[in-house]
């Protein structure tokens, strides 16, 4: 949660930047939604440069565009405040500075927080969350592994024969008797049966 917490900052100062941005080009410039869409950018660009410090190969590029980002930002912001507050009294005066400028420099400085804190170690619960996250993507993997693969389907045709079917070729008994031409699967029983025929020739 508190990795997080400077990005939940961030989305609430952005809110008021944006805000107050698109309030003085619509009062001001009569920009309409140009206006909107102009403090959004602007918001959202200060975030990003300030991010994008904290890496070597980047750091000059995005520190020159943090500057510039930073600078118009601050004026609109400053401006729509210094307008509406009651400036001769110097204290309002100076609540109306600090007040004007805080939103763009805490975005500024929130982003870069954010970037340190990416180049951080995982803590237990992200690690927690990895571990979950690669199960779960795992499990899903081999369902539709398992829902891809095919099942042997056994034939449909009549004639048709299952894989693993072995046929075997008709054995022919080797004990025939000569007279009658009846078959026997031994010997002994060949021997019973010719005994009968030569009683019933007697």
């Known amino acids: 949660m508190m990795r997080r917490l400077p990005v939940l900052l961030v989305a609430t100062f952005l809110a008021i930047t944006l805000a107050r941005v ?14 909107l869409l102009f403090a959004a950018g602007l ?38 405040t210094w307008l509406s ?4 009294t110097p204290l ?10 805080f939103p763009t420099v805490s975005v500024a400085l929130l982003g870069w927080l954010s970037g340190a804190i990416r180049k951080l170690p995982p803590d237990a619960a992200q690690m927690r969350g990895g571990k979950i996250g690669n ?3 795992l499990r899903i993997m081999r369902w ?3 829902s891809d693969a095919r099942p042997e389907t056994t034939p449909t045709q009549p004639d048709a024969q299952p894989a ?30 010719t005994r009968k025929h030569k009683k019933v020739t007697k």
């Open 43 to 80: 918001g959202v660009a200060v975030y990003t440069a300030s991010y994008w410090t904290r890496t070597a190969t980047t750091r000059r590029a995005a520190g020159v565009a943090l500057v510039f980002f930073v600078a118009v930002d601050s004026y609109f912001n400053f401006a729509d």
């Open 92 to 101: 309002i005066a100076a609540g109306a500075v600090l007040y004007g400028l």
């Open 164 to 193: 693993h079917e072995v046929t075997q070729a008709p054995q022919t008994p080797a004990h025939v008797c000569a007279s009658c031409g009846m078959a026997y699967a031994s010997q002994q029983a060949l021997a019973a049966h």
């Open 85 to 88: 507050a009651d400036t001769s």
């Open 22 to 35: 698109a309030q003085f080009t619509a009062t001001h410039m009569h920009a309409g939604v140009l206006g």
């Open 135 to 137: 199960a779960l993507a």
């Open 144 to 146: 539709i592994g398992a």
